[in-house]
């Protein structure tokens, strides 16, 4: 996150928040404003809006928050699929909250649902305050936590490729075993039309060359007796008037005057075409009257096989063609469905393979979260310890999904695995329930999270998680509200050493009322309140060294220009700068 801009947003009119690589702290008086800091990243990070928190008299308020992209793909791609845009490796996102309640979000100057905003905006930031949800209260998050503390990508990279391809097998299984008997039927069904479809033995194009043969068998009386005195107008054979013989009158009488015009001899030219045309005609049409037969014999059988077709177009197909083309697609399901035995045989062996792989894959990962966890519970107790929390306990509990065994052992349920001697319940995530257990006082029995910690706990224990997990965590930001609420001193000190640790590894932003941390920052932003007597708005300022003292000062003894708190002030920051940071 590069810089967010704040417009009329509870008391803050208008103001830039820089941000850079390391740890930026806030600070200001009791009022001044710092908490609108982390509002404004709730509203970004698609949080619910609140009409109460535009300024008094504004229309809406407005957040912005401009990110670098250069090393975030992901966010990028997130972006263009809602329809946005990145500009020179920078997104933009923002949202608008008008005081009437209405909320509109954007990413990449694209108008995009709110929940839409949350989605591209997780990622980037992880909020820490008394009132967020926070993620390590979620048990994927805890269990994505040690998975990542113990460098476990690999063992469950195996488990899950083995554990997908198990899916898919035990359902492809499950799907020919249920269906065994309807592929049964179809079988039965195919087989009978594919072998009736054999019986008839059709041929391409054959119907059609039936049903043309049918027709001309079904009228040869007509058909010759058409032809016969169609060729005796042509060429008559008894002396009657013909077409010939009206056409050879027709070509003497114009070949006798061919001599006196030139129109007239092309006349006669083409009357003699016509009749050579004629005489051709009546030929044919004498030999088709002599080939037309009447034969009932041929007739029935045409009849016949005409319809066995028609029996199997109505059935398989318009045509014969379509027949033949159904019968070949018959014949090659017909494989498929007479090879079910072999093939239930085959994907039981398959998963049964594939299970075996997964107890092995998942006890191996098992074992893995099973170490990891004890070293992450000793290594967030420890840092408990120096975060003002001495008898605070964190414990890493990795426990099996057990269950009772399947009264079909051979034949368990999809989510139940044997592994070694016992069942366990199975899912994409591994064999375990992995949650963080916290005993915040000495002799008390350790709890969940959110059940055993209160808002100040709960943020340390964050912070401690965050500081053992530095350079493993996705996240690039990480946001701290007050997260050194109740405590003082030197634990106050070890709180500003952890979070200058963790912000070596990502950007930090912490909003603080303790000198011993602010004195920890690289970037120190101070929220300064005014007043014109009648609306009291503040501002976002950016201090130079001589700022950062003053503002210790102010912390430390409530007096700006206090020598002696000068002094102390002084001495806070030079502690900082030399102080080692916590490994």
Known sequence: MEEIRITSLGVIDASTLELGPGLTVITGETGAGKTMVVTALGL??????????????????????????????????????????????????????????RSRAFAGGAAVPVATL?????????????????????????????????ALDELLASYTSVHDRLVVTERELAEVVATAR???????????????????APQP??????????????????????????????????????ALGAVAAARGLLEGVRGHDSEAAELADRVAEVSYLLSDVAADVASYAARIDTDPARLAAVSERRAALIGLTRKYGDSVDEVLAWAERSATRLL???????????LASRAAQLRAELAEAGAALSAGRIAAAERLSRAVSDELTLLAMPHAEVTVRVAPRTAEAPSDPEHPPAD??????????????????????LAANTGSEPRPLHKGASGGELSRVMLAVEVCLAGTSPVPTFVFDE??????????????RRLATLAEQAQVLVVTHL?????????????????????TSSGLVTLDDAGRERELSRMLAGLAESDTALAHARELLELARNAPRAR
């Open 44 to 101: 970004l990070l698609g949080g619910r809006a609140d009409s109460g928190a535009v300024r008094a008299g504004a229309k809406q308020a407005r957040v912005e928050g401009l990110v670098s992209a250069a090393a975030l793909p992901g966010l990028v791609a997130a972006v263009e699929e809602a329809g946005g845009e990145a500009d020179d490796d920078a997104v933009v996102l923002a949202r608008n909250v008008s005081a009437e309640g």
């Open 118 to 150: 949350a989605e591209i905006a997780e990622p980037l930031v992880a909020v820490h305050g008394q009132s967020d949800q926070h993620r390590l209260l979620k048990a994927q998050t805890q269990r994505h936590a040690l998975d990542r503390f113990g």
């Open 182 to 200: 309807e592929r049964a039927r179809e079988a039965d069904l195919l087989r009978f039309g594919v072998d009736e479809v054999a019986a008839v």
């Open 205 to 242: 194009g054959e119907d059609a060359e039936l049903a043309a043969e049918e027709a001309r068998l079904g009228h040869a009386d007509t058909l010759r007796a058409a032809a016969e005195q169609a060729r005796e107008a042509l060429s008559s054979e008894h002396g009657s008037p013909d």
């Open 336 to 346: 498929d469905l007479d090879s079910t035995d072999d093939k239930i045989k085959d």
């Open 416 to 437: 139940l695995l044997r592994v070694g001697e016992r069942w366990v319940r199975f899912a994409r995530s591994g064999l375990d329930e992995v949650e963080f257990l």
């Open 483 to 496: 997260v050194d609420s109740g405590v003082g001193g030197a634990a106050a000190v070890e709180i500003g």
């Open 515 to 535: 000198p011993q941390v602010a004195a920890f920052a690289d970037r120190h932003v101070l929220v300064e309140k005014s007043s014109d007597g009648s609306v």
